[in-house]
């Protein structure tokens, strides 16, 4: 039997967390078929990996590719930093379901999401099932692990952006929403809390959608009510939605401890995961290694001012009343929502990519530099006025987190790695703006800084929770691990050379020390280079 890939003489971590071992790996179409100290067999392919390391390909636990897929299917900041696998739907926006009642309202902000300049991408499914075959038919160069997201389903079942609880009748065709999702393969439930029109529903609501999801055994994936000042209250909820649905367990997503006058929080914050942990429980936290967070310029905005989607969102940005009341509660007036503008001020706020060509100019800086630019009289009119001259379209990195609390979260034992980003290029349809480097080299930083340079992990610890920690926690049993007959996703790098090339000012660049990336078998990057190959799959979920 001639084997198809023979990997030779690395130094293998196998994805356990055990000691690296030097041994030979034989590839035979889509699976590991052999591990031994020396293969002698005849193969299509032989990667001399002497001086390397092999490991299991990195699974992403928190990706939005889901986003970039229409417009770019190679992911490659992705799969050359890598990634193999990414669990994409987070934060509570998934790309389905969407009814054909509200079909215009969920398109509205599925067009937010096209590129500067790109005609958005036509919307061919409806239901979750449907749109899983679509990716499929466009093919994709690594696997993505789908969730279904709390924002399409809200849509969808008619309560939308209204400020309410959700009738009776209106929570039953949620309901049946998210349960065609899990029958379709959705793998969690996820809700992104912070933003409209999640931001609306209360715990009870949550709670009976999160119901659904632990009939099929799934997971609650959560980007919490706040990551700033009531940090702990949103972290608790979390465990009160885990108990009282019955789901075997939850993820928060990139925890941290938002906003200098926060940062004490992070300790308590941690240890209550981990009394969570001690009584029976299921709650772990993925991170990206960056002080800085990313998301839209609209998120700075009080939760009220995002009722009724963003045309009434653009209508008040518009009325002078309204923008004034905004002013006052961005400046400490409102309560209950995550307050990034008080907690990091206006210093820290960079903007990443706007959509409009007159204001490109400002990409990469703070809001306090642009105020001054554009001679604007305060840095909350700079935001108002760029948000509405921009139809909203302005996406933002904050500079909120502590290296102390990210080396802390890091090292603790519940952590896994996500970028927190999506498959971009450094050319083509999403080459654009200053985007956050996690979407290029958040996978390689973790090695290079944090394992090389500050010995804060292990190796074997950072492969462990780049791998089968999120393999073993999204229920995939197959991947994560080198063993014979797991999937053959796999990854040789270079420790001397793994470098995430990507920075703040210069952020579209390839990392480096990828001197294979292999995905079902099929090698998609050659050192460091992606080429044409697109052997990624949809995983399904099977209750």
Not at 333 to 361: L, M, Q
Not at 443 to 452: A, E, G, L, Q, S
Request: aromatic fraction near 8%; charged fraction near 30%.
């Amino acid at each position: 039997m001639t084997i198809d890939i023979l990997i030779k003489n690395g130094k293998i971590i196998d994805g356990t967390g055990n000691i690296a071992f030097k041994a030979d790996i034989a590839i035979k179409e889509d699976r590991i078929s052999k591990i031994w100290y020396n293969i002698d067999e005849e193969a299509n392919k032989v990667i001399d990996a002497s001086n390397l390391i092999v490991c299991p390909g990195f699974i992403d636990m928190h990706s939005h590719s889901d986003v970039g897929i229409p417009y770019d299917n190679r992911l490659q900041s992705i799969v050359t930093q890598g990634i193999t696998s990414s669990v994409v739907g987070q934060c509570g926006y998934s790309l389905a379901p969407i009814s054909d009642e509200f079909f215009d309202v969920f398109k509205k902000d599925f067009d937010m999401s096209a590129p500067p300049g790109v005609e958005p991408a036509e919307l061919t499914w409806r239901t979750f099932n449907e749109y899983l075959e679509e990716v499929e038919r466009t093919k994709i160069s690594s696997n993505i692990i789908p969730l279904v997201g709390f924002g399409p389903v809200r849509i969808a079942g008619g309560t939308g952006y209204d400020n309410r609880e959700p009738t009776a009748e209106e929570m039953e065709k949620m309901k049946e929403f998210v349960e065609e999702s899990f029958r379709a393969g959705a793998f969690g439930f996820s809700t992104g809390l912070i933003y409209s029109p999640q931001v609306y529903a209360n715990i009870e609501e949550i709670i009976e959608l999160t119901k659904v999801a632990a009939k099929y055994n799934g997971l609650y994936c959560s980007h919490i009510r706040n990551e700033g000042g009531q940090l702990i209250e949103a972290i608790k909820e979390v465990i009160e939605i885990v108990e009282k649905s019955g789901i075997r367990g939850a993820q928060i997503s990139h925890f941290k401890a938002s906003g200098k006058t926060n940062w004490d929080k992070a300790i308590e914050a941690i240890r209550i995961v981990e009394d969570a942990n001690n009584r029976g429980l299921d709650i772990t936290c993925d991170q990206y290694p960056y002080n800085r967070g990313a998301t839209s310029m609209t998120a700075l905005l009080p939760p009220w001012s995002h009722e009724g989607g963003v045309d009434e969102m653009m209508k008040r940005l518009a009325s002078k009343e309204m923008r004034q009341k905004i002013k006052s509660d961005m400046l400490g007036g409102a309560e209950n929502y995550d307050e990034w503008y008080r907690d990091t001020g206006p210093d820290k706020i960079y903007v990443a990519s706007v959509k409009e060509e007159s204001w490109r100019d400002i990409e990469g800086k703070t809001v306090e530099e642009i105020t001054k630019i554009k001679a604007k009289n305060h840095p909350i009119e700079t935001i108002l006025d760029m948000l509405l001259e921009n139809e909203c379209e302005v996406e933002i990195t904050v500079e909120s987190m502590s290296e102390e609390n990210i080396k802390r979260i890091m090292k603790n034992k519940y952590t896994s790695i996500g970028t927190d980003g999506w498959g971009i290029s450094p050319d083509g349809p999403l080459s654009y703006g200053k985007p956050h480097p996690r979407y290029y080299g958040t996978f390689p930083r973790v090695i290079r800084k944090y394992v090389k340079e500050e010995g804060l992990l292990t190796l074997e610890e950072a492969i462990r929770k780049m791998t089968s920690l999120t393999a073993q926690k999204m229920g995939i049993f197959d991947r994560g691990l080198i063993r014979k007959g797991m999937y053959a996703d796999v990854v040789v790098f270079d420790i001397e050379r793994i470098n995430d090339k990507a920075t703040f000012d210069e952020p579209h660049q390839i990392s480096e020390g990828l001197e294979y990336v292999i995905v079902n078998g099929v090698i998609v990057v050659e050192k460091d280079k992606q080429n044409e190959n697109l052997p990624g799959r949809v995983l399904r979920h099977k209750s």
